[in-house]
């Protein structure tokens, strides 16, 4: 039978999801978890990879299981077996046609960025900083130029390995709390380090090196050397993915896989 769980993870600890021939990547501690509750080894397919540095709210995942166990023990008991910086949020039994990654229709991607003067503390590997004041309207003006079905090489990564550069993003918004921007970025798929790339090129517009103009200038141009340099991955967090509710996944309400970014604001207002 196929099983779907839904977990979030601190990603600073780990050299990002997919599995690494020496460990220390989410998958290889999950797999590690799975196998003791199952006793068969166990293999998980996610809705979205992350890189190092890089955290979830809800990464989705699915693996195939001959266990017959109780929901709970996938869990809380596989749970007693992640590090602390790991957890199973839910589990649930899906149809053998249910995929994490290719049964997802849109996922979604949030930076936080500490703007202030002084490097976070309290804060340190959960998000970006930038010490130079930020022009907030005239970023969020430029990350409008971004909307729809665009041709996105000029974020894309030279080791990205998508067949295609054309991706539809559907939101692209910028809010501040304090001293805290949340950017907020949700598309049917994203391009390797193509957020982090478009946070870059935010942040060259916000204080004052290029005009909002300049991201559609990037987009026209394609080239990957003509944009600002990617930024640092402790600031991203994959929000979540969006499925057909045919599968009545389990997944957490739209409000809370918001990282309890209201919450977090408060540290830093």
């Not at 979604?108 to 930020?134: C, D, I, K, T």
Request: charged share 20%.
């Amino acid at each position: 039978m196929r099983i779907a769980l839904g977990l979030e993870y601190e990603g600073s600890g780990f050299c990002g999801w997919q599995s690494q021939a020496g460990g220390g990547a989410v998958q290889d501690a999950l797999e590690s978890a799975l196998c003791k509750i199952a006793d068969a080894p166990t293999r998980v397919a996610c809705a979205g990879r992350t890189d190092s540095g890089v955290h979830a709210v809800e990464q989705v995942v699915h693996f195939d299981t001959e266990a017959v166990r109780p929901d709970t023990a996938w869990v809380r008991g596989v749970n007693s077996h992640l590090p602390d910086s790991v957890a199973v949020r839910w589990a649930q039994k899906v149809p053998d046609e249910f995929h994490a990654r290719f049964s997802a229709l849109g996922r979604r991607y949030r930076y936080l960025l500490l703007n202030r003067g002084e490097r976070p503390g309290l804060m340190a590997h959960r998000v970006g900083w930038f010490h130079q004041s930020l022009d907030v309207d005239a970023m969020s003006a430029a990350a409008k130029l971004l909307l729809g079905e665009q041709d996105f090489s000029a974020f894309r990564a030279i080791e990205c390995q998508a067949k295609s550069p054309i991706k539809t993003l559907r939101r692209a918004a910028l809010a501040r709390h304090g001293d805290l921007l949340t950017f907020e970025f949700e598309a049917s798929a994203f391009l390797h380090h193509m957020v982090r790339n478009i946070v870059g090129a935010l942040v060259y517009v916000g204080k004052g090196a290029h005009a909002p103009e300049w991201i559609a200038e990037l987009l026209a141009s394609r080239d990957r050397a003509k944009a600002a340099p990617t930024f640092e991955a402790c600031g991203l967090y994959f929000a979540g993915v969006d499925y057909d509710p045919v599968w009545q996944l389990k997944t957490l309400q739209r409000g809370i896989r918001k990282l309890g970014a209201a919450d977090t604001a408060l540290l830093f207002s």
